[in-house]
């Protein structure tokens, strides 16, 4: 049990290589089904992170409420640091596309799609948030993680979420 804690103890400490203070995030490309984040600056893979998505991760988002992790281009349009989930960025869902396909369905497409950290006053939990998908159709990282994203992503800044 002792060399279990140990290891565990080691996992969620264990410091990651930071991004260079310079650097720009100017593309995100997330993959869902391997629960990977990358980040790049003019071509050149910065990053990756190990991310967790939404419950029903499998497909697209289709409709609000449907708590998927929407699949497609968008962009960063919205930075908040004072968020329920340490800090966010925002993500551009709905398009005119996901508006139109959720109405065909009768259904507002929803919204409020973000990349965070862990619930406020979670944080301790750390990389153990990565165990299972647990958030509502958005990408969530550790806090540390989204601080350093923060940092280093404009308004703006593309964003591919595949399958």
Not at 28 to 36: E, F, N, P, Y
Not at 100 to 124: Q, S, T, V, W
Request: aromatic share 8%; net charge neutral.
């Amino acid at each position: 049990m002792g060399v279990l804690l140990a290891c565990a103890v080691i996992y969620n400490f264990l410091p990651e290589e930071k991004l260079q203070r310079n650097d720009k995030i100017d593309k995100i490309i997330v993959v869902k089904s391997l629960r990977k984040m990358e980040v790049y600056s003019n071509g050149k893979l910065l990053k990756v992170y190990n991310i967790a998505v939404s419950r029903n991760s499998i497909g697209d988002k289709q409709f609000e409420g449907d708590e998927k992790t929407p699949e497609g281009i968008y962009f960063i349009n919205d930075k908040n640091p004072n968020s329920g989930y340490h800090k966010n960025l925002g993500i551009s869902y709905p398009d005119s596309t996901d508006i139109k396909e959720a109405g065909l369905l009768n259904k507002p497409a929803g919204g409020d799609i973000k990349i965070h950290g862990i619930r406020n006053y979670m944080g301790f939990i750390g990389k153990f948030h990565r165990l299972r998908d647990w958030t509502k159709g958005c990408i969530a990282v550790t806090d540390e993680e989204i601080d350093e994203i923060y940092e280093h992503t404009p308004i703006g800044t593309p964003i591919e979420i595949k399958p």
